[in-house]
Structure formats: C-alpha cells, structure tokens
C-alpha cells in the first residue's frame, strides 16, 4: 500500500474504532505528514520500510530543529500506536518501534538522576569508621541500588531483610503493595557488616535516629524519619561538591535509569519499582541517544540482532 493509503486507514481506525476526538486526529494527521516527509526525503525509505534507527535520527533532527523534548515523547508515543496498528493489521511485516525503549531523550534541563561516576563519589565519601557516617552510607547505598521510596527506606525493619537469602522485603509500598527485592552482591555484603556493627533485632528499624544513649540495652531506637533522610542526603551532596540538588527522589531515577541502559526491561522495572504500569516507570527514566542506540543493537525485537 501506498504511504497515503496508510495514513489513510490509519487515521479512519482512530476514528471509527478509537473514538479519537477531532483535536486529537489533527495531531495525528499533522504528525504523519511530517514523518512521511523526512522518511521520504531524508531517510529514502517509505513509511511501511522504516527502521528502528530512523525514530532515533527523528529524535536528533527534531531536537536540532529545537522541539521540545515533551512534544518529542508525544510523536514517539504517536509512531507507536501507528506501527502497532500497522503491524497488528498485518499491513508491515515487523514492527521497527517494538525495539525502542520507552522514552527516549536528552535528560530534563534539571538532570533528575545521577552518573554512575557522581554516585561512586557520593557514597564513597562518608566516613564508615563511625556509627552516623555508616548508617548514612547504607541509606546512600540502598536508595541506589534499589530505587526505594525514602518512606519505604524508613520503614524497613530487620525483618524485611534476609541476610541468608539477600533479600529485601518491601511491606509497606505505595497503595499498600508489597514487594520482593533481590541485593546486588556489594549490597549484601555491606547490608551484612552493617547489622554486626550496628545490631537490631527483628522488629527493629534498620535505619535508626542515632542519640547519646543510644547503645543503652533499654532504650528503644526510633526509625529515621523522611524529612531527616533527605536532609542528610542534601547535605552530603553539598558537601562533597555533586553539584545538582540530590534527594531520595533523585536516587529512584538514577536507579531505573542505570537498569534500562544496562538492558533491563522495563516491565522488570517496573516491578521493582512498585509501579501498576510503565506510564509511572517512564517518568523516571531518561535515556541519551547513545544510550537508546546501544540498547536497538541488543534488543530481542531488533530484527538486525
């Protein structure tokens, strides 16, 4: 079929089936006239042959024209209904938009997540050799590589936690959901040394507000509160120079960031985010080009894999 014949049926099936409303459908129909142009002219390849690096050099050429990166994710979200459609209807015999990842674009002007480089440096530099500096590394260390809401963070007790089995049990998730979380190596092992030197029993919170008493046998350890953490994880970061304005919140997107590029999926991201569907988990990933091409050569849906 004809690019025109395409867009033709594709829009008559928002309408008739989707429902579409009308301002919608103009978004739709504007969208694909700009894609058949540079498909056409700048690619030299007809709608139905596009390929996965096609909607990333879209992405380039679009930020070089000066687009917003929201109004980017809206046109991603755009081909990806349509090559759904397309392929679904048998009208393509693949679908190039299957292989990308969820959201793809530069990071918001407010780098909401940090290199792995920055969160070496930042947990590096608290002094363990002391009861406040370890307790404050373990936070640092779980917020990353467990993307924990900090209220979770403070909610854990030891018995959420298998030393044995390198575990992590979130009891008390958003919307009362629970979850099962497996420690990275490093992580465990840490999560080890932290409780010989710092103790707790089962029902105790693993994150203590730390006070003159507080190894008298009798007195009760109060868990960390949340406006604390993030007092302590700002003021860290000021003080070893990150230079963005780091929180807990920040730590949960670095996380499902460095998943992502590392080749996770997203539904797995999902689940470890506590997260009903990907809509939520996107918000929390930002994916450089580079890194979306690296992730098109790997991915199952890569017919060129």
Same mark, same amino acid.
């Given at each position: 079929?004809?690019?025109?014949?395409?867009?033709?049926?594709?829009?008559?099936?928002?309408?008739?089936?989707?429902?579409?409303?009308?301002?919608? %459908?103009?978004?739709?129909?504007?969208?694909?006239?700009?894609?058949?142009? &540079?498909?056409?002219?700048?690619?030299?390849?007809?709608?139905?042959?596009?390929?996965?690096?096609?909607?990333?050099?879209? %992405?380039?050429?679009?930020?070089?024209?000066?687009?917003?990166?929201?109004?980017?994710?809206?046109?991603?979200?755009?081909?990806?209904?349509? &090559?759904? &459609?397309?392929?679904?209807?048998?009208?393509?015999?693949?679908?190039?938009?299957?292989?990308?990842?969820?959201?793809?674009?530069?990071?918001?002007?407010?780098?909401?997540?940090?290199?792995?480089?920055?969160?070496?440096?930042?947990?590096?530099?608290?002094?363990?050799?002391?009861?406040?500096?370890?307790?404050?590394?373990?936070?640092?260390?779980?917020?990353?590589?467990?993307?924990?809401?900090?209220?979770?963070?403070?909610?854990?007790?030891?018995?959420?936690?298998?030393?044995?089995?390198?575990?992590?049990?979130?009891?008390?998730?958003?919307?009362?959901?629970?979850?099962?979380?497996?420690?990275?190596?490093?992580?465990?092992?840490?999560?080890?040394?932290?409780?010989?030197?710092?103790?707790?029993?089962?029902?105790?919170?693993?994150?203590?507000?730390?006070?003159?008493?507080?190894?008298?046998?009798?007195?009760?350890?109060?868990?960390?509160?949340?406006?604390?953490?993030?007092?302590?994880?700002?003021?860290?970061?000021?003080?070893?120079?990150?230079?963005?304005?780091?929180?807990?919140?920040?730590?949960?997107?670095?996380?499902?960031?460095?998943?992502?590029?590392?080749?996770?999926?997203?539904?797995?991201?999902?689940?470890?985010?506590?997260?009903?569907?990907?809509?939520?988990?996107?918000? &929390?990933?930002?994916?450089?080009?580079?890194?979306?091409?690296?992730?098109?050569?790997?991915? %199952?849906?890569?017919?060129?894999?």
């Amino acid at each position: 079929m004809k690019n025109s014949q395409l867009i033709e049926a594709y829009i008559d099936y928002l309408e008739q089936i989707c429902g579409f409303a009308q301002r919608t %459908i103009k978004f739709h129909q504007r969208m694909w006239h700009l894609w058949e142009d &540079y498909i056409q002219n700048q690619r030299q390849r007809s709608l139905a042959n596009a390929v996965a690096d096609d909607f990333v050099c879209w %992405i380039l050429f679009r930020q070089k024209q000066g687009v917003e990166n929201s109004t980017i994710r809206k046109e991603l979200c755009a081909f990806r209904r349509l &090559y759904k &459609y397309l392929f679904d209807y048998g009208m393509i015999p693949q679908n190039p938009v299957a292989s990308l990842p969820e959201l793809i674009c530069r990071p918001a002007p407010e780098q909401q997540y940090l290199s792995v480089d920055e969160c070496f440096k930042f947990i590096n530099t608290f002094d363990t050799d002391t009861d406040d500096g370890i307790r404050n590394y373990m936070i640092a260390v779980v917020l990353w590589c467990t993307g924990l809401r900090s209220a979770e963070l403070c909610a854990l007790r030891w018995a959420d936690i298998d030393l044995d089995q390198g575990t992590l049990l979130v009891r008390k998730g958003k919307g009362g959901k629970q979850r099962l979380l497996f420690l990275n190596d490093r992580l465990w092992e840490d999560m080890r040394q932290y409780h010989e030197k710092m103790g707790g029993a089962a029902q105790e919170p693993v994150f203590c507000a730390l006070t003159n008493n507080q190894h008298t046998a009798n007195s009760p350890k109060r868990a960390l509160s949340q406006s604390a953490v993030v007092d302590m994880i700002r003021h860290h970061a000021n003080r070893v120079q990150i230079g963005k304005k780091v929180s807990p919140r920040m730590f949960r997107h670095t996380f499902a960031t460095q998943m992502l590029e590392a080749g996770v999926p997203i539904d797995d991201i999902k689940e470890m985010l506590g997260h009903d569907d990907e809509t939520e988990t996107c918000i &929390y990933i930002h994916v450089t080009v580079e890194a979306a091409k690296q992730l098109l050569e790997k991915h %199952i849906g890569n017919p060129n894999r």
